[in-house]
C-alpha cells in the first residue's frame, strides 16, 4: 500500500511539474498557436506587413545587430586581453571596474547620451559658444547609430567577461608554453590566446544580440523600427494582434537560432577548456607594460567605464541637480515600493520554482523532470514583447468565446499577468543560479541521509538548503535586480496606477523631462550595482 502511495505522489509531482513548465512556456505555445487561426484575413495582413513594415523592421533590425556585434566584440576582447595577457598598474581594479556598465539600464544611458549630445544639449550648445561653429555639429543620436553605441557601452561586458574566463583558464598555460619555444607576443595572441577564446567570445556576443533583440525602452525612445517596437506598435497602436503575433513568431525565431549558437559556443568552450585543463602552467605571468604602452593600456581600458557608466551617471546627476521641479518624494516612494514589492514577490516564486525544479531532478531524475528544467530555463531569452503577447493572445481567445469572463481583468487589472510574465522570463536566472549550487554538493550527502532516515522533503530542508543558503540568496537578488529594471512587459501589463521605478523613467524621459527621470533612472543604476557587487567578488575570490 505504501509502495502505491508512493507511486502516487510521484505522478501526482511528476504532474504539477509538467503544469508547472508548460504555463511557464505558455508564451511561446500562445505565439506558435496563433498560426492556427490562419484565413484570408491573416493571409492579407502578412502580404500588408511584408509590403509595408516587414522590410523597415527587419534590415533596421539586422544592421543594429550587425554594428552592435563588431561594437562588443572590439571592446570586449581588447579590455578581455588587456587586464588578462598584460600586468600594467591598475590592471587589478580594471578588472571589476570594466563590469559596471551592466548596473546601467541601457534605456538610461540613452536618456543620458540624448540629453547629452543632442543639438540643444550642453556639449553643443558649449563648442558652438567656445569655437563659433554653427548648426547642428554631427548627426542626431537618435539614430540607428546612436542605439548601436548605447548597446555597445552597456552589453560589452557579457563578451569581456566570457572572453577573460577563457584567457585566465585556457590560454596562460600555452601562452607561457610559446614564450618559452621563442615565439613573439603578436604570435602568441593571434595563434593561441584568439583561437582559444573564440567560443567565449561568440557566446558574449550572442547573448548581447539578445538583449537587443529583447529591448524595448531604446528603440521606442530613439524612435527606430526594430522588431520589438514594431510588435508593441501593432498590438497598441494599430489594435491588431495576428500581426503582433506574427512579429513575434518572426522575433522568437530569430532569438531560437541565436540560442542555438550560443549552445553551441558553450560546448565548444568546454571542449577548448577540457583541451587546455592540462597544460596549465602556474608559472605563466602576464607581460607587464611600460611607457606608452602602458598608458595606451590605461585609455583603451578606462574610455569603456567613462562611457557606460561613469559619464552617463554623471550626466543623469547633473539632470537632477539643475531640475528646479520639486522632487515628489510621496509619488517617488509608491513607485519605488512598486517595484520593491514586485520584485520581492517575483524572486521569492522564482527561487521557489527553482529549488523545487532542481531537487527533482537532484533526487529523480527522471525524463518529465529533465523534461521541464529545459523548458523553463529557455525562458530568459524570450523576449519581454513576446513575453506580453503571448499571454495577452489566449485572454482574447477566452473574451472571445465567454465575453462575460473576468480572465482579461484578472491580467491587466491586478498583478498576477505582470508576476506571470516576470516568472517566464526570470525563473531562467534562479534556476541556473541554484542548479550551480547543486552541482557542487556531492551525491555522497544524499546517500548518508538516506541511511540515517532522512528523505524526500526532508531532505531538501535539513541538508539541501543550509548548503544552498548563499546561492539561493543569489539567485534571489539577480532575480529582483531583472525585475526592477524590466521595461517591456511592465509598460503593457502593469495594474492601473502601478507604475514602477523603469515605467516612470521611460515616460518622463519621453516627455522630455529628462530632470524628472533622472531621479528613478539613478535609484535603478543603484539597485543594478548588486549583481555587479556579487560577481566582482565571485571573479576575486577565483583569482585568490
Not at 561594437?71 to 580594471?94: C, E, S
Not at 540607428?144 to 585566465?168: E, N
Request: glycine share 8%; aromatic share 8%.
Amino acid at each position: 500500500m505504501l509502495n502505491t502511495l508512493a507511486r502516487h505522489l510521484s505522478g501526482l509531482s511528476s504532474l504539477l511539474f509538467v503544469v508547472l513548465a508548460l504555463a511557464l512556456t505558455l508564451p511561446v505555445l500562445a505565439v506558435l498557436g496563433s498560426w492556427l487561426q490562419w484565413g484570408n484575413d491573416s493571409a492579407d495582413i502578412l502580404l500588408s506587413m511584408v509590403r509595408t513594415v516587414l522590410p523597415d523592421y527587419a534590415l533596421t533590425t539586422l544592421g543594429l545587430c550587425l554594428m552592435v556585434a563588431v561594437g562588443v566584440t572590439l571592446t570586449g576582447v581588447t579590455t578581455a586581453a588587456l587586464v588578462t595577457l598584460f600586468d600594467f598598474p591598475g590592471r587589478r581594479v580594471f578588472e571589476w571596474l570594466l563590469l559596471l556598465p551592466l548596473a546601467m539600464p541601457t534605456y538610461v544611458v540613452a536618456y543620458a547620451y540624448t540629453d547629452f549630445l543632442q543639438f540643444s544639449g550642453p556639449l553643443q550648445l558649449a563648442l558652438r559658444e567656445t569655437l563659433g561653429f554653427q548648426g547642428r555639429l554631427w548627426p542626431d543620436v537618435r539614430s540607428v547609430w546612436g542605439a548601436a553605441l548605447v548597446f555597445t557601452l552597456s552589453l560589452y561586458p557579457y563578451v569581456y567577461l566570457l572572453a577573460r574566463t577563457a584567457l585566465v583558464e585556457r590560454a596562460s598555460g600555452l601562452m607561457e608554453a610559446a614564450r618559452l619555444l621563442g615565439a613573439p607576443l603578436s604570435r602568441r595572441i593571434r595563434e593561441i590566446a584568439l583561437p582559444l577564446a573564440r567560443p567565449a567570445v561568440a557566446a558574449g556576443v550572442v547573448l548581447a544580440l539578445m538583449e537587443t533583440l529583447a529591448d524595448f525602452g531604446v528603440s521606442s525612445y530613439f524612435g527606430i523600427q526594430t522588431f520589438t517596437a514594431g510588435i508593441y506598435k501593432a498590438w497598441l497602436s494599430m489594435d491588431n494582434r495576428m500581426a503582433a503575433a506574427q512579429l513575434a513568431t518572426v522575433l522568437l525565431l530569430v532569438v531560437f537560432v541565436l540560442l542555438q549558437l550560443e549552445q553551441r559556443a558553450q560546448k565548444r568552450m568546454r571542449f577548448n577548456q577540457a583541451r587546455a585543463s592540462r597544460q596549465c602552467s602556474d608559472e605563466a605571468q602576464p607581460v607587464r607594460l611600460l611607457g606608452a604602452r602602458c598608458v595606451l593600456a590605461w585609455g583603451l581600458c578606462s574610455l569603456p567605464v567613462l562611457l557606460g557608466f561613469v559619464l552617463p551617471a554623471l550626466i543623469m546627476l547633473r539632470a537632477l541637480v539643475n531640475d528646479t521641479t520639486d522632487i515628489p518624494w510621496e509619488r517617488f516612494g509608491q513607485w519605488a515600493w512598486t517595484s520593491l514589492r514586485l520584485g520581492i514577490l517575483t524572486a521569492v516564486l522564482a527561487v521557489g520554482v527553482a529549488l523545487a525544479l532542481s531537487f527533482s531532478v537532484r533526487t529523480r531524475g527522471d525524463a518529465i523532470s529533465r523534461w521541464a528544467i529545459g523548458l523553463v530555463g529557455l525562458g530568459y531569452a524570450i523576449p519581454g514583447a513576446v513575453v506580453v503577447v503571448g499571454l495577452l493572445l489566449p485572454v482574447g481567445w477566452i473574451q472571445q468565446i465567454w465575453p462575460a469572463s473576468s480572465v482579461g481583468a484578472w491580467m491587466t487589472a491586478t498583478s498576477l499577468g505582470l508576476v506571470w510574465a516576470y516568472l517566464v522570463r526570470f525563473c531562467a536566472v534562479a534556476l541556473q543560479s541554484v542548479q550551480s549550487g547543486y552541482a557542487r554538493i556531492p551525491d555522497s550527502l544524499d546517500d548518508s541521509a538516506r541511511m540515517l532516515g532522512v528523505t524526500g522533503w526532508g531532505l531538501m530542508s535539513r541538508v539541501h538548503a543550509p548548503l544552498l543558503q548563499r546561492t539561493t540568496i543569489a539567485a534571489a537578488l539577480l532575480v529582483f535586480v531583472d525585475v526592477m529594471k524590466e521595461l517591456p512587459a511592465t509598460m503593457v501589463l502593469r495594474p492601473f496606477n502601478s507604475d514602477t521605478l523603469a515605467v516612470v523613467a521611460y515616460q518622463l524621459a519621453r516627455d522630455e523631462r529628462l530632470g524628472e527621470a533622472a531621479l528613478p533612472s539613478l535609484a535603478l543604476v543603484l539597485v543594478g550595482l548588486i549583481p555587479v557587487i556579487l560577481l566582482s567578488r565571485t571573479l576575486r575570490q577565483r583569482a585568490g
